[in-house]
């Protein structure tokens, strides 16, 4: 499990509209892509700062669990997740897990951009969730 980069960063916001203004003068960029993860209830918003991205993820419902992130932190976004890529997302499973690391996906699923990922339960990660991901 040697991640090549941080992939991402995720960041949990309350609405999409109103924050990508200040994303698009932070990194200097326009938002390249907006999507809906359905299974996930979320919406996404992505950005490119060298090879890592931004990801802003606004909830599609209150059972969102960015929903459940932002009324667990006051009502306000933040940074959610951590995203890594690696070459293999099943393999980096089975490694965390045989480390005695707590996996919320056992294995891969479909997230925004077509990857393949999986998290990581932040309660065996020094309290920060973190995110495989592999490109198709």
């Not at 892509?33 to 209150?62: H, M, N, P, R, W």
Request: aromatic fraction near 6%; glycine fraction near 8%; hydrophobic fraction near 40%.
């Amino acid at each position: 499990m040697r991640p090549s980069h941080v992939e991402h960063i995720g960041i949990a916001v309350t609405s999409l509209e109103e924050t990508m203004p200040v994303f698009e003068l932070l990194t200097g960029s326009k938002c390249y892509s907006i999507e809906e993860v359905a299974d996930q209830k979320v919406k996404t918003a992505f950005f490119k700062v060298g090879e890592t991205k931004i990801e802003l993820l606004e909830a599609t419902c209150a059972e969102s669990p960015i929903a459940k992130f932002i009324e667990k932190n006051g009502g306000r976004g933040g940074v959610h997740h951590i995203a890594f890529n690696v070459e293999s997302v099943a393999e980096a499973l089975e490694e965390a897990k045989k480390a005695g690391i707590r996996l919320i996906d056992v294995q891969p699923r479909k997230g925004a951009e077509n990857l393949n990922i999986a998290f990581l339960h932040p309660k065996s990660t020094c309290g920060v969730l973190f995110e495989f991901c592999e490109q198709p």
